[in-house]
């Protein structure tokens, strides 16, 4: 768990989408001609027009500004000063130029169109899709205002928003590029990568490089969205031959040959020149991810060339030589990096290693550090107190869980181990207190869940007055949850067993119908609400609830033992043969995979009993 | 008027009253060791040493009441254990015989009766397997059994090898009964078997001098080969023949078999063999009336838990705790497990009553020896059970120290209306104090009219539990001596009859943990001054009824010819 949780926080650094961004510019000369300027205006304009597209927008604002000093309310002049300026990055210009031609002509979509333009160049979306949204208004079927309201929208994560002006704006111009891709993305974005894969079908893939790129990558996206990996390869291989510096693109193509699952990885091509550090660890990690570990070895220990104290280089890098059977060399160099420079994560790692290659002692003893090195750190607490734990060396994992549990309160499942250490040293009572804390915290958790139900009956009759009010509680707290309903229900019903009382049977077994009916998949309550009918002589009942029992969890040896009980009480004895026979089965795997489980096991001899309560209200135990 | 006529109505009040009574009708006992006063002073060996590494120096400790010399008293016979330690020459733990002197004492007389062995005593039963009127012992050896036959001058012979009992190979062996299963009347024998021989030794936990590495940790006996039981039918000649495949004892799985309690669980008059396994479900060979067995446990319900877990069964008794007839099933199990009680549904199924009865209690020890029987004399049985740590008190350390409550003695009252209270508390001294017990035998020790209880503690002196308070209620005490069925009268059936109650018993070899209790059956009568009606039953179908028994006596019953003795005291 720990080695996929820290590849794919990796990963998720270098996985956002690639996101090509289109600047909605328009020139609408034919539009500003076509409004009945005088022709000295006119012939000042194409001059204008013409340095502009010269290369010269100083000439062309002088010779602008001088037509403008005839004639200040002239729109197409207003316009093109409004593209110069913008052009020579005098925004503020640009803006009050495009907002007076909006009020030359305020029924016309060109002035918003450009001012939006502007505005989203400026970073100003908002304003940007407000104002595209204006130029709608007066021009509901304006193709320019429709694909740049679809772009902004797109771009800003609003794709089925963006949606409906892409598809008006393609129904308009089908064919077109700009308008296909953003609609292709919107719909790839949105997870339809069928309609998207139609729409870029229909437009040809641009002859500018960096934008051809851009439609192969986009390309690659929906065949990855299609699980076509050999097309998504294809394509990432198109873009990055375009775009062969773009490191983005070479870690797509990477992911998506990987996926294909077959030797062509082989066949990649080299990966940009001059990668960075965090680069290699990139292409590592995503190497390493996909088991390409001799590969991931080799950009793991260039990252740490290039930067010898990433400790994620070193951790990443333990993980392939272990993954690849080096875990001596795994651990020597989490010696030598801890050595160098203590981390917390690597101890951890280090412990994980050494638990691997059954030096168990050694591992307590990096979790120790581990703990001691960032004890802000739940997870740590909980990995040394498990290794204790698993090794059955139940006091010092006791006293890990203990002072873990009083520093993490909120954390279930250090109460869970706690109560899991209390049972193992047969302090029923503590332990029925400590998984019931750990109910408290979180009535969901279901290693709560299954370490209360785990308790024998014979502790839940004895810690009956201390719980019965804290499960009574739990189960009005949590009405809905059918978990804390359960343990109310099935801990009153062995109560009452026990007790020899009957008065709270009727509430047991209502509970647990309530309980079935929140969760009908809930096997262990069905079991449990069998058990009550069994024990009020309602066989046929009891028959129909251990059967379900059984169809949700067919494995349980106990639902299948009690469904043989009274099958053989109705006298049906082949049925109980059966049963008893499935129960058999069962209960000898069970018993196996147990016997299996303990000859695993290895316990810890401690020299002395070092975690006295005042070493460690620190500082865990070792 | 009235209250005059009742109180001379009723039997003489003991001169003691009971020792602590909260209320008129309320009589506890007051059970105090005397083992000491009396005379059982030798210690109980099973390891020799200061620690306890092997799974083989947890188990043992069986214990005999018999009255082995016909004296009409019940002498004690306690198996002992051994060690890996050498020990010097003549000091090497035995078996002891004490001998009756019928003033509260006994006598050690292992020597004199040819009993001195040592060895690795694991259990032990009695019976008379050559019907010649003198109770023979056979004794259960981690290592090879011995059967020692009664001399009938206060010796015994080892009879091992010429009744062809001689093992050839070591075995584990555990518990044993004495019982007729082919009703011929010649008694067989059945021996329980707990895991593989070669696993005794097994490293059972980590070595302190491995202080700071990891070791080896063996869990109880899970994951170890188990063992099958034996079956020996008596051929009438002195000689045994191993029967267990024959008559499908062997058919089953192998597993870790502690304690055999035979008895006609299905009133059918032929004896089935029940046996407590450990951490195995435990087993009941049902007698098919034809010299074979079927095992039936899971289906008749007492092979596990209610739940269907297995438990680690180590004692086992039989009795009606109801009164409706049917023999119920009491197996004491490990620590932090319910004792548990399987009710008899007549139809040759059980059902598991442990909560129901209110015995989900006293789980922190492990339970051990276990009798139903009627401490009060009021007709109803109530339930006696020993614990004991696996480690003794002051014995290895390292596994931590025994919890308080481990090693006392449990006693469960009947009430009555099948549920049972917890008076262990209230039982008297010998009760509460802590002890590390294996095997208890239950009977008349002091012919007092009360049963009393012999317990073996290992590593230490056996507990002579002797009841000082008398109670106010009268009993019977049926001794039976069978003519056609074995001499012993073992599988007999007594049906008393007393104040509209009806009792059932039956005369059996073995039980408890891997011990042998007294053959003669015990009666509570209450306040009745007679059994109106005593039914012998006796094995092979025979049947004899007495009316008005005279209480608060022993009859000896003899079949076919009824009461041929009685004493009265």
């Known amino acids: 768990m720990l080695v996929r949780k820290s590849f794919e926080a990796v990963l998720s650094c270098y996985f956002r989408p690639i996101v090509l961004a289109f600047l909605v510019v328009t020139v609408p000369c034919a539009l500003l001609k076509s409004q009945g300027n005088p022709a000295n205006t006119s012939s000042a304009y194409d001059r204008a027009f013409q340095l502009l597209q010269a290369g010269q927008p100083d000439a062309a604002l002088a010779e602008i500004d001088t037509a403008l000093a005839r004639e200040p309310d002239n729109p197409s002049l207003n316009n093109l000063r409004g593209l110069v300026t913008a052009k020579l990055g005098r925004s503020a210009e640009a803006e009050a130029s495009f907002r007076k031609v909006i009020r030359l002509l305020p029924h016309a979509a060109m002035g918003y169109n450009n001012l939006a333009a502007l505005l989203w160049r400026l970073g100003r979306s908002d304003d940007a899709a407000k104002t595209f949204r204006q130029a709608l208004s007066e021009e509901p079927h304006n193709f320019t205002a429709l694909v740049g309201l679809g772009t902004i929208l797109a771009e800003s994560r609003k794709s089925a928003d963006a949606l409906p002006y892409l598809e008006k704006a393609w129904g308009s111009q089908p064919g077109d590029f700009q308008t296909g891709y953003e609609l292709a993305r919107s719909l790839t974005e949105l997870k339809k990568a069928g309609e998207a894969q139609k729409v870029l079908a229909r437009v040809a893939p641009p002859q500018d490089s960096a934008t051809r790129a851009k439609f192969y990558v986009l390309s690659a996206e929906i065949a990855e969205q299609l699980a076509d990996q050999p097309a998504a390869s294809r394509d990432y291989r198109r873009a990055y031959d375009l775009t062969p510096q773009s490191f983005e693109i070479y870690l797509a193509l990477v992911r998506s040959t990987l996926a294909m699952r077959d030797p062509s990885w082989r066949q990649l091509p080299p990966p940009p020149a001059g990668l960075s550090p965090e680069q290699h660890l990139a292409l590592g990690v995503m190497l390493a991810s996909s088991g390409t570990y001799s590969e991931a070895i080799s950009h793991f220990q260039q990252t740490l060339q290039l930067q010898p104290t990433s400790h994620l280089a070193a951790y990443n890098l333990a993980l392939a030589y272990k993954e690849e059977g080096k875990s001596q060399a795994a651990i020597e160099l989490l010696e030598h990096t801890v050595d160098q420079q203590p981390n917390a994560e690597l101890y951890d790692l280090q412990a994980s290693l050494e638990e691997d290659a059954g030096r168990y002692v050694q591992a307590v003893r990096h979790y120790q550090s581990a703990v001691d090195l960032d004890p802000g750190n739940e997870q740590y607490y909980f990995d040394l107190a498990a290794e204790y734990l698993v090794h059955l060396t139940f006091g010092p994992a006791l006293e890990v869980f203990r002072v873990a549990s009083q520093k993490f309160p909120a954390s279930a499942r250090l109460h869970v181990g706690e109560g899991l250490a209390q049972f193992a040293l047969r302090q029923y009572g503590d332990a029925a207190d400590t998984f019931m804390d750990a109910l408290e915290t979180d009535p969901t958790s279901p290693d709560a869940f299954l370490a209360w139900n785990a308790l024998p009956t014979f502790v839940i009759v004895a810690a009956w007055e201390k719980i019965q009010p804290r499960l009574r509680h739990l189960a009005g707290r949590f009405p809905e949850n059918p978990q804390a309903v359960f343990c109310y229900a099935s801990a009153l019903f062995r109560q009452n067993v026990a007790s020899g009382q009957s008065d709270g049977l009727d509430l047991a077994q209502s509970l647990l119908g309530k309980v079935v009916r929140l969760n009908p998949r809930m096997a262990v309550a069905h079991l449990e609400l069998g058990a009550v009918y069994a024990e009020r002589q309602q066989s046929e009942k009891a028959v129909a609830s251990f059967l379900e029992a059984i169809r949700l969890d067919p494995n349980s040896e106990m639902a299948h033992y009690k469904l043989g009980q009274i099958y053989r009480d109705l006298n049906q004895l082949t049925l109980a043969e059966r049963e008893l026979d499935l129960y058999r089965k069962l209960s000898r795997n069970h018993r196996d995979q147990m016997v299996r489980n303990r000859r695993a096991i290895r316990q810890f001899v401690l020299a002395k009993p070092a975690y006295d309560s005042a070493s460690t209200k620190e500082k865990a135990p070792l | ?569």
Not at chain 2, 31 to 52: C, F, N, P
Not at chain 2, 194 to 214: K, M, T
Not at chain 2, 274 to 294: H, I, Q
């Open chain 2, 1 to 569: 008027m009235l209250f005059r006529l009742g109180l001379c109505s009723l039997p003489p009040f003991p001169l003691l009253l009971p020792a602590k009574t909260g209320s008129e009708d309320e009589y506890f006992p007051n059970y105090v060791d005397v083992a000491l006063q009396a005379g059982l002073t030798a210690r109980t060996v099973i390891a020799g040493h200061e620690s306890k590494d092997f799974l083989l120096s947890t188990t043992g400790g069986g214990i005999a009441l018999f009255d082995y010399d016909n004296d009409g008293w019940l002498d004690i016979f306690v198996v002992n254990g051994s060690g890996l330690a050498r020990f010097p020459k003549g000091e090497e733990p035995t078996n002891h015989l004490y001998r009756n002197n019928h003033d509260g004492t006994f006598t050690d007389v292992t020597a004199k009766a040819n009993l001195a062995r040592s060895g690795w005593g694991q259990g032990v039963c009695v019976g008379d397997y050559n019907n010649d009127g003198f109770l023979d012992l056979f004794v259960t050896y981690y290592g090879k059994n011995v059967l020692y036959r009664n001399n009938g001058d206060g010796t015994f012979t080892d009879v091992t090898r010429e009744s062809r009992l001689l093992q050839l190979e070591d075995h584990w062996n555990s518990g044993a009964a004495f019982l007729d299963y082919d009703r011929d009347g010649h008694l067989d024998l059945f021996v329980s078997n707990y895991v593989a021989d070669e696993s005794g030794l097994a490293l059972y936990d980590s070595d302190p001098s491995l202080v700071g590495v990891q070791s080896p940790v063996l869990h109880g006996p899970a994951g170890l080969q188990g063992s099958k039981n034996i079956l020996y039918h008596n051929n009438g000649d002195g000689t045994f023949a191993d029967v267990s495949k024959a008559t499908g004892i062997a058919n089953s799985d192998a597993a870790y078999g502690f304690t055999p309690c035979v008895a006609d669980y299905d009133n059918d008059g032929w004896p089935d063999i029940y046996v407590a396994n450990d951490s195995t479900p435990s087993l009941l060979f049902k007698n098919n009336r034809n010299g074979t067995f079927t095992e039936v446990g899971l289906l008749a319900g007492v092979a596990v838990d209610e739940n269907g877990g297995s438990q680690g069964g180590m004692g086992v008794d039989t009795g009606d705790y109801d009164g409706d007839g049917l023999l119920d099933i009491i197996k004491t199990n490990y620590s932090d497990q319910t004792t548990s009680l399987y009710h008899n549904q007549g139809n040759g199924f059980f059902s598991d009553r442990t909560f129901q009865a209110g015995l989900s209690g006293q789980t922190s020890s492990v339970k051990w020896g276990t009798a139903f029987f009627d401490f009060d004399n009021d007709g109803q049985l109530d339930v006696f059970i020993v614990t004991g740590a696996i480690y003794p008190p002051g014995l290895g350390g390292r596994h931590g120290k025994p919890k308080e409550e481990e090693g006392k003695k449990i006693l469960y009252r009947n009430l009555g209306n099948g549920r049972f209270q917890d008076i262990s508390a209230r039982g008297g001294p010998g009760l509460v104090s802590p002890r590390c017990s294996r095997g208890a035998a239950f009977g008349d020790i002091f012919r007092t009219g009360q049963i009393d209880v012999v317990i073996n503690n290992l590593n230490d002196f056996p507990t002579l539990l002797r009841n000082q308070s008398p109670s106010p209620n009268s009993w019977l005490l049926v001794r039976l001596v069978g003519t056609r069925a074995n001499r012993a009268a073992i599988g007999s059936r007594v049906i008393v009859e007393a104040e509209g109650r009806r009792q059932i018993q039956e005369v059996r070899s073995g039980g408890s943990f891997c011990s042998q209790s007294d053959f003669r059956l015990h009666f509570g009568l209450g306040r009745a001054r007679e059994a109106t009606r005593v039914t012998i039953k006796w094995l092979g179908d025979r049947q004899e009824i007495l009316e008005h028994v005279p209480a608060n006596r022993l009859v000896v019953i003899q079949e076919g010819k009824g009461i041929v003795g009685q004493e009265k005291f």
